[in-house]
């Protein structure tokens, strides 16, 4: 009887919230903030932002609110709030990376704003993940997944291809991932049942696939702008040089003149694009033995991981069909393609690939957004690919992008003004998921326990 009555008495604890959370269900207020709605450029001065059950519910003048029982005031004084950012191309670690590597991957995304990932490669555990993140036992970004890779090695028919989609659709995933080595049978089979079923297929363009195919199948987005730069050149090129890693070895024989033709056809097509700059910047052109100096955030990463880029760089750059002239005549050639897809009206969305060859997930957006603003988007254009260009992408508009009564409190606020200048963004003073507050104290606490976890000797 008495079990019987301690049990009663902590399920009614735990229904009003137990002792001490009451906090957590207090609404919260940044007030004397500035903010930057994204519904176009402009910035609202000094205003109050209430979130209610990681809602935002309403947008007031500044000091509208009290702090009492009810809300907790957090002090946005001389900060502007704007939505978390979107990293359209990452990669969180699967079942068999340890837990703690999984849980410290999340929270380098969150610690520098990156509220929403799309995760590139995804396995069955990555659902149940989606689902812990949502309801708050991870402390992360809320994650878009593709289902695992379909490539030259998991279809061998075009039969095996539409099963495949079946199952993920079926499994709850959210897009299929194409990576390269699909034959074109296969690849027109999935495409198939894919439109058919209503499922999105993004990532890699197969050679035997091509951008022009690509375009007219209806690719969700094309990732790492993969197989542009063969629309540059002229056959004749593509018969006597060895493409390379993403065609790099074209670059040198593009035709300038073609860009905004395939441009054109991009937008015409609908189809999106992740740009991925900096993962081909960091590969083909950055000195492997300078890269842990010149990315001081690697040390929140294992050694292993961080030696095991520099192993492929090393390999990448001293081998001897290696061209260095051809990776910057890329690389600029890239920035042109990113100029013109915008100047036509091709979309774009923010995504730089992490972790991956020197990509530390979230302090990697920064150098993506730097290379968007190099090609030529103003720093409002960029922050817009991360942010409103991703809400459309995903249809979701109503829900995320902006700060706007409404919208999820996906949040994060700055010590000045990232529509000034984007390395703004860096070191923010807190950010926001689902309406959990995290301050720069808990960031900066969390990050110096990862650093230590994997501190060299
Ligand atoms: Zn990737």
């Given at each position: 009887?008495?079990?019987?009555?301690?049990?009663?008495?902590?399920?009614?604890?735990?229904?009003?919230?137990?002792?001490?959370?009451?906090?957590?269900?207090?609404?919260?207020?940044?007030?004397?903030?500035?903010?930057?709605?994204?519904?176009?450029?402009?910035?609202?001065?000094?205003?109050?932002?209430?979130?209610?059950?990681?809602?935002?519910?309403?947008?007031?003048?500044?000091?509208?609110?009290?702090?009492?029982?009810?809300?907790?005031?957090?002090?946005?004084?001389?900060?502007?709030?704007?939505?978390?950012?979107?990293?359209m191309h990452a990669?969180?670690?699967?079942?068999?990376?340890?837990?703690?590597?999984?849980?410290?991957?999340?929270?380098?995304?969150?610690?520098?704003?990156?509220?929403?990932?799309r995760?590139m490669?995804?396995?069955?555990?990555?659902?149940?993940?989606?689902?812990?993140?949502?309801?708050?036992?991870?402390?992360?970004?809320?994650?878009?997944?593709?289902?695992?890779?379909?490539?030259?090695?998991?279809?061998?028919?075009?039969?095996?291809?539409?099963?495949?989609?079946?199952?993920?659709?079926?499994?709850?995933?959210?897009?299929?991932?194409?990576?390269?080595?699909?034959?074109?049978?296969?690849?027109?089979?999935?495409?198939?049942?894919?439109?058919?079923?209503?499922?999105?297929?993004?990532?890699?363009?197969?050679?035997?696939?091509?951008?022009?195919?690509?375009?007219?199948?209806?690719?969700?987005?094309?990732d790492?702008?993969?197989?542009?730069?063969?629309?540059?050149?002229?056959?004749?090129?593509?018969?006597?040089?060895?493409?390379?890693?993403?065609?790099?070895?074209?670059?040198?024989?593009?035709?300038?003149?073609?860009?905004?033709?395939?441009?054109?056809?991009?937008?015409?097509?609908?189809?999106?694009?992740v740009?991925t700059?900096?993962?081909?910047?960091?590969?083909?052109?950055?000195?492997?033995?300078?890269?842990?100096?010149?990315?001081?955030?690697?040390?929140?990463?294992?050694?292993?991981?961080?030696?095991?880029?520099?192993?492929?760089?090393?390999?990448?750059?001293?081998?001897?069909?290696?061209?260095?002239?051809?990776?910057?005549?890329?690389?600029?050639?890239?920035?042109?393609?990113?100029?013109?897809?915008?100047?036509?009206?091709?979309?774009?969305?923010?995504g730089s690939d992490?972790?991956?060859?020197?990509?530390?997930?979230?302090?990697?957006?920064?150098?993506?957004?730097?290379?968007?603003?190099?090609?030529?988007?103003?720093?409002?254009?960029?922050?817009?690919?991360?942010?409103?260009?991703?809400?459309?992408?995903?249809?979701?508009?109503?829900?995320?992008?902006?700060?706007?009564?409404?919208?999820?409190?996906?949040?994060?606020?700055?010590?000045?003004?990232?529509?000034?200048?984007?390395?703004?963004?860096?070191?923010?003073?807190?950010?926001?998921?689902?309406?959990?507050?995290?301050?720069?104290?808990?960031?900066?606490?969390?990050?110096?326990?990862?650093?230590?976890?994997?501190?060299?000797?």
């Amino acid at each position: 009887m008495r079990t019987f009555f301690l049990a009663i008495i902590a399920l009614i604890l735990m229904a009003l919230g137990g002792p001490g959370s009451a906090a957590e269900h207090r609404d919260i207020v940044i007030d004397q903030v500035h903010i930057i709605p994204m519904d176009e450029e402009r910035v609202l001065r000094d205003r109050a932002v209430r979130i209610s059950d990681g809602q935002i519910i309403e947008i007031r003048s500044a000091g509208h609110w009290q702090a009492d029982d009810g809300i907790q005031l957090i002090d946005g004084r001389n900060g502007y709030l704007m939505p978390g950012l979107a990293e359209m191309h990452a990669h969180v670690p699967g079942e068999q990376a340890p837990m703690q590597l999984r849980e410290d991957i999340l929270f380098l995304y969150l610690s520098n704003g990156v509220t929403l990932a799309r995760g590139m490669l995804g396995e069955p555990w990555h659902l149940e993940l989606r689902e812990g993140l949502e309801e708050g036992q991870f402390l992360g970004p809320r994650l878009i997944t593709s289902g695992p890779s379909l490539n030259g090695n998991s279809v061998d028919s075009p039969e095996a291809g539409r099963e495949m989609v079946r199952d993920q659709v079926e499994a709850g995933y959210d897009f299929l991932k194409i990576h390269p080595g699909l034959g074109r049978a296969e690849f027109d089979a999935i495409a198939e049942e894919a439109n058919e079923l209503g499922m999105a297929f993004a990532g890699h363009v197969p050679e035997d696939v091509g951008i022009y195919r690509a375009l007219e199948a209806g690719y969700a987005s094309i990732d790492h702008l993969d197989r542009y730069p063969r629309a540059l050149v002229d056959d004749e090129v593509l018969e006597r040089i060895d493409p390379g890693f993403f065609d790099y070895r074209l670059a040198p024989h593009a035709k300038a003149e073609r860009l905004a033709e395939i441009a054109e056809q991009t937008r015409d097509a609908g189809v999106w694009n992740v740009p991925t700059e900096t993962l081909m910047h960091n590969l083909l052109l950055m000195d492997p033995e300078e890269a842990p100096r010149q990315r001081p955030e690697m040390r929140y990463l294992p050694a292993e991981m961080v030696e095991s880029w520099q192993d492929w760089a090393r390999r990448t750059q001293s081998d001897e069909d290696y061209d260095r002239d051809a990776a910057e005549a890329f690389v600029a050639l890239r920035k042109d393609l990113i100029k013109a897809l915008h100047a036509t009206g091709a979309e774009l969305l923010l995504g730089s690939d992490a972790p991956q060859v020197f990509n530390v997930p979230g302090f990697s957006i920064h150098h993506e957004m730097a290379i968007m603003e190099a090609a030529g988007l103003s720093p409002f254009e960029v922050l817009q690919t991360g942010t409103v260009n991703p809400a459309r992408y995903f249809d979701m508009g109503d829900h995320f992008g902006q700060v706007a009564e409404g919208m999820n409190a996906d949040l994060v606020l700055l010590r000045a003004n990232p529509l000034k200048d984007l390395s703004n963004l860096r070191d923010p003073r807190g950010v926001m998921i689902r309406g959990q507050w995290i301050d720069a104290e808990q960031i900066g606490a969390t990050l110096r326990e990862i650093e230590d976890r994997y501190a060299r000797d």
